[in-house]
């Protein structure tokens, strides 16, 4: 009986680090009236190693192309009053940027930590390609967003701040574990 009731702990313990170890993230359209029709899940995983994470895009019903694809600082997709008008899931805030850099410098740079490798869509509106953002941990991005913006992010604060992604399309909440 106590044999049993060790494995029965050593599995529960299994089964937490699990959970723990993969966050999925509902992903919806957003534009300045809220909140709108799902276009699939993210999901982020420990890299091999322990160094970042890796995330998974499972996302259909998206424009072609390449999109600036970021961790942003709320755990909120609503619209919010900015520069005087409303401007989708601006209540994400801006990109997660714990050592206050503000700077944009990429996945790989010394700016924002929520930068993430660009987001790219085929044809068709799917995106799947898996990716690593390397200075990210698991630890960091409960109660976060995940934001798509509309346009491709050159990794730069130039010509345009914020890789000049433009307005957001499409974010997720990253729920607290």
Avoid at 129 to 144: F, G, H, T, V
């Amino acid at each position: 009986m106590k044999r049993s009731t060790q494995l029965l702990a050593t599995l529960a313990g299994f089964a937490a680090a699990s959970a723990i170890a993969q966050t999925r993230v509902e992903m919806n359209l957003v534009d300045i009236k809220g909140v709108g029709a799902s276009v699939g899940t993210v999901e982020f995983a420990p890299a091999q190693g322990g160094n970042g994470v890796v995330i998974t895009p499972k996302l259909k019903g998206l424009p072609p192309g390449v999109h600036g694809f970021h961790v942003h600082e709320f755990a909120n997709c609503g619209a919010k009053e900015k520069d005087g008008k409303l401007s989708a899931a601006e209540a994400a805030g801006g990109h997660y940027d714990p050592k206050k850099t503000k700077m944009h410098g990429g996945a790989t740079g010394n700016g924002h930590m929520g930068d993430l490798p660009p987001l790219t869509v085929d044809a068709q509106g799917n995106a799947s390609q898996a990716m690593i953002a390397p200075r990210l941990s698991m630890k960091d991005l409960p109660r976060k967003a995940l934001v798509i913006h509309e346009g491709g992010d050159n990794q730069s604060d130039r010509p345009k701040p914020n890789g000049g992604g433009g307005e957001r399309i499409a974010c997720g909440v990253i729920a607290a574990k």
